[in-house]
């Protein structure tokens, strides 16, 4: 195991520095933590030495020599990523430079409850380890999203709408009974963002990642670091009203963007409008597959049918005011928008945008730039092992 | 001058905690930073030898020897404190520790221009610094705080509703002329909330200050320091809709929260009651002034009179909806209400708790702590004294 405390400061912020910032030749990793040469090749020379950094190659360069990069150390050990959905399961193992060394996808049923579905990770674990011959005390942290709030600092699910039974199920020590390696665990949003913000090379210190999926919730970085707010509920944005005359929701207030836009609600949206005569299409859809979902009502919105793109320009525009208060609170400087109902298509982005710089102040939209969360293979399990490896060398300073 | 530079890591841990902390024994810093009482020793002395800090007496001990009091050494310099309301002007010279060493308030009237209002603070600065017999070399920090938006790196106003003629006048600049100290500039919200943070010892680590006032600002105060955003505007929480079906508002949307619970609607709503006979109080205030304002308001409310009481429920009840939203998005600790129209009497806390609760989600209310700012002497000038402070040793240690 790597003993985080023994390294001195200078080599942490080194060691952090270009995790965040992947390949970085010498010059470069000195320059970006604005260290003088002498100092940052002690401590390179240092971090080299304990194995935890190491040359990865050349670069092209645009002439002379070809600067060596440094990245972290393959040696140093590996990260386990998981990511559970509510209907599907990812097990990765990667490299402390996110390198995936090996990932397998398989659908689950969460609601089939905690203890099958992580007897199933731990054989999946076991058999990543097993093929990419890694022995198990070589693990140097565990990531786990899950699909529901969770009190971060004990990694407990604190009450999940979407995955009953699993409150009292401890993940941790779960993992840990196999495992010597820390296991942090939190919600799929804050992971989602975490995996953004390593992807974006730690640039962007203020934005938000928005998922719209059965639920909606956001991932708020802030100060360049993930923030949970006082109770690890911050995000928490689906039950903020936009419209006080709105539906009730089963929060048991009225008008809740979540209960006008997430996908439950287009899809009741869409067969509304199916037996309502406004889509043949729709209507088609419907009485062959007794119902209709996002995927269906983005398929028809893409194809050009009225009645869907109108439902597709309400939703965005609920989810776009429910933006725009939250633009004027904390004027980020991007928003990136995920989760199934984002695959709806480009309209809805177009019609959130409208949305929040309609109602936004001019100040906090000057250079808000609004966008769909790039695509990535391996995003969540990334986004797990980037918790991992960041908690695991905070929580090894912090003792 | 202090060499901010010259200090070590060490050192800028320990003179950072005891600021915030105010008077610490020597056993008690250390321990506060997590330092051996060697390693503390070593730094203490250091900082005594550069005269950074300074033994302040002793407090009364449960028993035992009296353990001596450490606190930022007076011998340092003093900052200055400049607080600028819509209607007044404050200047004060403050010790490191925050002891307020002279303090003068008059009134003044922003909409002068910042030429005469400037000219006379510069005066007033003069007058404070002879009184106290300080050279104006002495001088560490000055800390300016305006009712109006602050670009915060080049401390300019950006598009000032309230101060016309003020976003062209750079007040580093004027100062600057006088005075070799870094000069500070922020909006009054954000200085409260950091004025409410030193006095709070910095235990709070996510928090809100509201002011409601002619608008409605909030001060946030995220992982411990002052959060402002992508572009400065973030805590511009007056323009967040409250209801779509809402009055116009000046910035051309319907419904905003500050058009609908700031002081000039609270007033527009009783001079309304008055004339509808809702209230003869109010009407026979009315006939006699012409107008009415918040304080008014207020007056009829606390002497129970019922009209008054349903206006101050609706600001109360829409400033809670605006919070909800921004409580499930952020879940702060604490929020502080303050501002004028704060005065207004208990019933307006009373009527935005039970709006926040009723919005809010249950997770992100369970801890969370709504109250009037506490009012203290001073407040404005030391929140600009802390930010000079505060300021003045990061940028030292960061060039």
């Known amino acids: 195991m790597v003993d985080w405390q023994r390294l001195s400061v200078g080599e942490r912020t080194l060691l952090e520095r270009l995790f965040w910032a992947g390949g970085l030749s010498r010059g470069e990793l000195a320059q970006s933590v604005d260290f003088s040469k002498s100092k940052a090749n002690l401590a390179i020379a240092s971090l080299i030495g304990r194995g935890l950094i190491e040359d990865?190659?050349?670069?092209?360069?645009?002439?002379?020599?070809?600067?060596?990069?440094?990245?972290?150390s393959h040696g140093m050990g590996v990260l386990v990523g998981i990511d559970i959905g509510a209907t599907s399961l990812d097990v990765a193992l990667l490299a402390p430079d996110m390198t995936v060394l090996d990932h397998h996808?398989?659908?689950?049923?969460?609601?089939?409850?905690?203890?099958?579905?992580?007897?199933?990770?731990?054989?999946?674990?076991?058999?990543?380890?097993?093929?990419?011959?890694?022995?198990?005390?070589?693990?140097?942290?565990?990531?786990?999203?899950?699909?529901?709030?969770?009190?971060?600092?004990?990694?407990?699910?604190?009450?999940?709408?979407?995955?009953?039974?699993?409150?009292?199920?401890?993940?941790?020590?779960?993992?840990?009974e196999e495992y010597r390696a820390p296991v942090f665990v939190d919600n799929d949003v804050n992971v989602?963002?975490?995996?953004?913000?390593?992807?974006?090379?730690?640039?962007?210190?203020?934005?938000?990642?928005?998922?719209?999926?059965?639920?909606?919730?956001?991932?708020?970085?802030?100060?360049?670091t993930v923030y949970r707010g006082?109770?690890?509920s911050a995000g928490d944005v689906g039950h903020i009203c936009v419209d006080p005359q709105?539906?009730?929701?089963?929060?048991?207030?009225?008008?809740?963007?979540?209960?006008?836009?997430?996908?439950?609600?287009i899809a009741r949206m869409a067969e509304a409008a199916a037996l309502a005569g406004d889509?043949?299409?729709?209507?088609?859809?419907?009485?062959?597959?007794?119902?209709?979902?996002?995927?269906?009502?983005?398929?028809?919105?893409?194809?050009?049918?009225?009645?869907?793109?109108?439902?597709?320009?309400?939703a965005g525009g609920q989810v776009g005011r429910m933006l725009a208060a939250v633009v004027n609170f904390f004027n980020p400087s991007h928003i990136f928008i995920g989760g199934g109902v984002a695959n709806i298509g480009p309209l809805l982005l177009a019609s959130i945008r409208q949305s929040v710089y309609r109602r936004s102040l001019a100040?906090?939209?000057?250079?808000?730039?609004?966008?769909?969360?790039p695509q990535v293979d391996s995003a969540g399990v990334i986004g797990s092992a980037v918790l991992a490896l960041q908690e695991t060398m905070l929580a090894g300073g912090r003792a």
């Open 56 to 72: 990865s190659g050349t670069q092209p360069s645009s002439g002379g020599r070809r600067p060596e990069l440094l990245r972290l």
């Open 246 to 265: 709105g539906p009730l929701c089963h929060c048991g207030n009225a008008g809740c963007v979540e209960a006008m836009a997430a996908g439950p609600a």
């Open 363 to 373: 100040l906090s939209t000057r250079h808000l730039d609004i966008q769909y969360v």
């Open 230 to 232: 006082a109770d690890g």
């Open 192 to 224: 989602m963002a975490l995996g953004t913000h390593w992807r974006l090379r730690g640039r962007l210190q203020n934005f938000l990642v928005i998922k719209i999926g059965t639920g909606i919730g956001c991932g708020v970085i802030c100060h360049g």
């Open 279 to 314: 889509s043949p299409r729709l209507k088609d859809l419907l009485d062959r597959n007794g119902s209709l979902s996002p995927v269906d009502l983005g398929n028809a919105s893409r194809a050009g049918d009225a009645a869907a793109n109108a439902i597709v320009q309400q």
């Open 105 to 176: 996808a398989e659908p689950a049923d969460v609601r089939a409850g905690p203890v099958p579905v992580f007897g199933r990770v731990r054989d999946l674990l076991r058999a990543a380890l097993a093929r990419c011959g890694v022995a198990p005390e070589r693990v140097l942290g565990i990531g786990v999203g899950v699909p529901g709030p969770v009190a971060f600092d004990s990694g407990m699910l604190v009450n999940p709408p979407l995955l009953p039974g699993w409150e009292s199920f401890s993940i941790r020590d779960c993992l840990g």
